[in-house]
Every structure is written in C-alpha cells, then in structure tokens.
T-cell receptor, first 112, second 114 residues
Framework: NAGVTQTPKFRILKIGQSMTLQCAQD?????MYWYRQDPGMGLKLIYY???????DKGEVPNGYNVSRSTTEDFPLRLELAAPSQTSVYFC???????????FGPGTRLTVL | AQSVTQPDIHITVSEGASLELRCNYS??????LFWYVQSPGQGLQLLLK??????LVQGIKGFEAEFKRSQSSFNLRKPSVHWSDAAEYFC????????????FGKGTHLIIQP
C-alpha cells in the first residue's frame, strides 16, 4: 500500500499561473485534508473533506479550490498563483471519528 | 476556537540526555492530543496520541507524553535522546470526530549535540 501520495514533489510557478496539486490515498479513509506549512508557523488547514462530494473551508482557504469526486483523490487547485502561496503543502487522511491523521510527503511550491 | 502553544522554538540537548518538549493547549472540551515528528524534507509522522484513559501515553521511538488537564499541557518526554532524534516536533489538538482537521503548534526544533 502506498498510503498517501502527492505529486509533484517540487514546482516553481510564475505569478498568475495556475496549477493543481494532486493527492491520492489507498487507505480507504473518509476524511482528507490539505494543509500548508510556512517556516516557523506550523501547519494551517486550507480545506477538508469528509467524503466524496463534500468539501469545506479550513482556516486559510483564500486563493485555493478543491474537489472530491472519489474517495481516493483530493486535488488542490491554485487559480492565480501569488508569492504568498509559496509554501510546503501537505495532504492528509483520517478515519471518521478518530482524529488521527496520516500525512503525505508534501509538495514544495515556489511562486516567483 | 482551539489553539496550541509550543513555548520553545529551539531546544539543544546532548546525546544521551533526557528531553522534555512543552505543549499547552486551549480547548473547551476533552481534547484529542497528538505529537508528530518531521525530519528535514519529510512529511509528518505520528509519535503518539491521547484520546482518553491513562494520562501517560507511550509512543514510538521511546517517546512518552503526559496529559495534565489542570495545566492544559501535553508534554513530550524521552529519557535518553539519540542523534537521530534531531527533527522538528509538532503538538496538535483536535476535536472529537476529526472532521475539521487538527490545530498545530508552531513546532520545536530539536538539536542534538554530540
């Protein structure tokens, strides 16, 4: 089992470009999450999903969109990249009712 | 809203010495508490968790943590650190059910001196 996978590992974007960060899981978990990690700031929740077709905003959703058409996939979309979105992005999954989360390896994004 | 405070940004410990990393939380009900470790360039790995019951919980890699409700604390300890323990450590709190994610502290960077 691969667990939680994220692609790409690294990406450099120009201001105004768009991209999709991919997240896939084979753990059959209901819940999926996107976090961003900035130096010295811990992790902040961007969006989360409790199941296919259901998504909700976290603490820092502005500038991002998500969709959840299947249990396995939870892509994060940046429409108009800005330097403030330079960060490391982590996808995570969890089982309903347990809180414990399992993290992917992360995507390091730089916007120039 | 819940919050987590990790008062120490950096901690330096000699190899073989004991370790305690501090974590204080703010949450209205019984919290679900976690410690995660992150090695450079890696994702987060769960060290241990507290949901209920015994307030002293054991985790992987020889770590333990103690939940103290009266102090709103969940400090991480290890009796003897190894050079491989050098990493970033995050304390996190979650509400029951897990639907709305975890709230993380800002992390403590652990440096091991030979």
């Amino acid at each position: 089992n691969a667990g939680v996978t994220q692609t790409p590992k690294f990406r450099i974007l120009k201001i105004g470009q768009s991209m999709t960060l991919q997240c896939a899981q084979d753990m059959n978990h209901n819940y999926m999450y996107w976090y961003r990690q900035d130096p010295g700031m811990g992790l902040k929740l961007i969006y989360y999903s409790v199941g296919a077709g259901i998504t909700d905003k976290g603490e820092v959703p502005n500038g991002y969109n998500v969709s959840r058409s299947t249990t396995e996939d939870f892509p994060l979309r940046l429409e108009l990249a800005a330097p403030s979105q330079t960060s490391v992005y982590f996808c995570a999954t969890g089982l309903a009712g347990y809180n414990e989360q399992f993290f992917g390896p992360g995507t390091r994004l730089t916007v120039l | 809203a819940q919050s987590v405070t990790q008062p120490d940004i950096h901690i330096t410990v000699s190899e073989g010495a004991s370790l305690e990393l501090r974590c204080n939380y703010s949450y209205g009900a019984t919290p679900y508490l976690f410690w995660y470790v992150q090695s450079p360039g890696q994702g987060l790995q769960l060290l241990l968790k507290y949901f209920s019951g015994d307030t002293l919980v054991q985790g992987i890699k020889g770590f333990e943590a103690e939940f103290k409700r009266s102090q709103s604390s969940f400090n991480l300890r290890k009796p003897s650190v190894h050079w491989s323990d050098a990493a970033e450590y995050f304390c996190a709190v979650g509400a029951g059910g897990g639907a709305d994610g975890l709230t993380f502290g800002k992390g403590t960077h652990l440096i091991i001196q030979p």
